[in-house]
């Protein structure tokens, strides 16, 4: 579960403005039950508050209720009126749920360029525990319930399918410059996700589970991906999936690997898969912010030139002499995929030499645990990106 306590925000004619941030992570329960943001203000009032988004409300036809959507825009978003982005929709993403950790990571593609930019769609949920679990096959609901009390209605998943569907995609598309559509989500929304790539897999090209809840209806979820999967058309879609420690003793690890053994045996052709294991560095509460920096940059890297041309860092007093091939790949223009020649940190600082100067396909963070994602399939092609 990703939540928010103390999150203070100024929400004025449906602008969302930020100056700090206390977020907060937890397995959810009826005992340790999470408080309602109280929507105070962040801002110092004698300072101008920062404005890092909008909020918009829109009339479900789903629901028949007005929902509440957040948006963030990549910058320089006007000023470049022909290209278009990659559009992240993100369940749990109301102004006092995941909106301003993702819109910290969309920050970070824009002043690292290290990654795409993107368009960030929050779609605020009113009820998780409604609205994103997948129907009960095997579990006691009771079971539930005893835990999480009465907000646990299990079943809201396909209901909320239907609302992106209807609802959420078509309002995002008309409005904005949308390309490759994701979707993303941790814990409770990190077990849609994966729902919805073996249920709906067309409705997204790209899926981001964050700490997914496997242990949901005592792993049937999980059981059923093999053949799922198996059944699917081939397509160029690709999952992220990231876990990290759920605690000692429990069949978390038995259901994970489940999963992860259903990608590996039954993943349509062309799908692009990786899982990336955190249970020896994360916990479930800390996953957030390195899963998804990590998931970008796998999923929407993009190359840069290798070493530093300052002459005063080098021991001679002068920087190292190109070799003939990164002298042809720096005539070939500015650094891009096409160009880019996919390697490791490990590779490039074991010939640094040799590498100087190259335009580098090279993917910072974690290592990938387990999937068909090698070095030259991080990021994705030119396209919209010049």
């Known amino acids: 579960m990703f939540c928010a306590t103390h999150l203070d925000m100024l929400n004025c004619s449906g602008i969302v403005a930020l100056v700090a941030v206390a977020l907060c992570m937890g397995f959810p329960s009826a005992i340790h039950a999470q408080a309602q943001a109280d929507h105070a203000i962040l801002a110092d009032p004698e300072g101008e508050p920062i404005v890092i988004g909008s909020t918009h409300k829109i009339e479900s036809s789903v629901y028949g209720a007005t929902k509440v959507l957040t948006v963030r825009l990549p910058r320089g978003y006007a000023d470049r009126p022909d290209r278009r982005y990659p559009v992240v929709f993100s369940v749990d993403g109301g102004p006092e749920q995941d909106f301003e950790l993702l819109s910290g990571i969309a920050a970070e593609a824009e002043f690292s360029t290290s990654f795409e930019p993107f368009i960030l769609i929050g779609v605020r949920t009113d009820n998780r525990y409604a609205e994103l679990t997948p129907p009960l096959e095997r579990m006691d609901p009771k079971k539930l319930t005893d835990i999480f009390g009465a907000r646990m209605q299990p079943n809201g998943a396909p209901k909320f399918r239907e609302f992106l569907a209807r609802d959420v995609i078509p309002w995002v598309t008309a409005r904005y410059r949308t390309d490759r559509k994701v979707l993303t989500a941790v814990s409770l929304g990190g077990l849609f996700v994966v729902d919805t790539l073996l249920e709906q897999p067309e409705m997204f090209d790209d899926y981001i589970a964050l700490t997914p809840s496997v242990w949901w209806d005592e792993g049937h979820l999980v059981d059923q991906a093999a053949a799922k999967l198996a059944a699917q058309s081939a397509s160029d879609r690709r999952i992220y999936i990231t876990m990290g420690d759920e605690g000692v003793g429990n069949l978390s690890g038995k259901w994970l690997a489940t999963l992860v053994s259903a990608f590996n045996t ?45 002459p005063f860092l080098y021991d001679s007093g002068r920087a190292p002499d190109y070799t003939p091939s990164a002298r042809a790949n720096i005539d070939a223009g500015a650094c891009r995929r096409e160009i880019a020649r996919p390697t490791t940190w490990a590779e490039k600082n074991s010939a640094p030499g040799a590498y100087y100067g190259w335009c580098l396909l090279m993917k910072p963070g974690a290592r990938i645990t387990a999937g068909n994602i090698g070095p030259g399939d991080f990021g994705r092609a030119d396209k919209n990106q010049k």
Do not use: C, N, Q
């Open 266 to 310: 039954s993943a349509p052709e062309g799908l692009k898969w990786a899982f990336v294991d955190r249970s020896g560095s994360e916990e479930h509460r800390t996953m957030a912010l390195m899963g998804w920096l990590d998931a970008f940059r796998t999923l929407y890297l993009t190359p840069a030139r290798t070493g530093s041309p300052i």
